[in-house]
T-cell receptor, first 109, second 114 residues
Framework: GQNIDQPTEMTATEGAIVQINCTYQ??????LFWYQQHAGEAPTFLSY????GLEEKGRFSSFLSRSKGYSYLLLKELQMKDSASYLC??????????FGGGTRVLVKP | GAGVSQSPSNKVTEKGKDVELRCDPI?????LYWYRQSLGQGLEFLIY????????KSGLPSDRFSAERTGGSVSTLTIQRTQQEDSAVYLC????????????FGEGSRLTVL
């Protein structure tokens, strides 16, 4: 089966940096994705990694190491509006996007 | 519309009744997913349609759940003889064939079984 693990909850201060780790064990690998979901809303796509390395998009960056089955999402210059759940998802063999349980990030002033 | 549309947005039903949830994906998106999300939990995969291929039904929790996609567009998720544990938000998402991990989600259908 597929196994995607990420911490349940993290707390950080406004203006700081937070790193959300995700480890995965899947049958095959066709890409890793991060989504943001505010409470009561639908998830929205943040980033995509298929090759090793860092992808930067504004205040958000995502890193992938395929050999380690590891990714992280880095949120810089945290803002109150960044309080949300962050979902790590993987496409294993079979092209079916599978999500981890999500990490709830609380940004405090 | 431009986004994924789901209906109804809220559905309250009695245990044992059947319900139908509808999803209208973004035009041109060949991939369509149904997920279920209970309060404070992650997304549980239910079913995946990709073009004309046979759907991946491996996530359906029981034979009370079924889904179809007509004409490669609109999809309906049917839950027969609903149980209280079926209460959740049912999310539909679609994507382009070449970007199958970049999903566009609808606002979801919140199902409450009394």
């Amino acid at each position: 089966g597929q196994n995607i693990d990420q911490p349940t909850e993290m707390t950080a201060t406004e203006g700081a940096i937070v790193q959300i780790n995700c480890t995965y064990q899947t049958s095959g690998f066709n890409g890793l994705f991060w989504y943001q979901q505010h409470a009561g809303e639908a998830p929205t796509f943040l980033s995509y990694n298929v090759l090793d390395g860092l992808e930067e998009k504004g205040r958000f960056s995502s890193f992938l190491s395929r050999s380690k089955g590891y990714s992280y999402l880095l949120l810089k210059e945290l803002q109150m509006k960044d309080s949300a759940s962050y979902l790590c998802a993987v496409i294993p063999a079979g092209n079916k996007l599978t999500f981890g349980g999500g990490t709830r990030v609380l940004v405090k002033p | 519309g431009a986004g994924v549309s789901q209906s109804p947005s809220n559905k309250v039903t009695e245990k044992g009744k059947d319900v139908e949830l509808r999803c209208d994906p973004i035009s041109g998106h060949t991939a369509l997913y149904w997920y279920r999300q209970s309060l404070g939990q992650g997304l549980e995969f239910l079913i995946y349609f990709q073009g004309n291929s046979a759907p991946d039904k491996s996530g359906l929790p029981s034979d009370r759940f079924s889904a179809e996609r007509t004409g490669g567009s609109v999809s309906t998720l049917t839950i027969q003889r609903t149980q209280q544990e079926d209460s959740a938000v049912y999310l539909c998402a679609s994507s382009l064939a070449k970007r199958t991990g970049e999903l566009f989600f609808g606002e979801g259908s919140r199902l409450t079984v009394l």
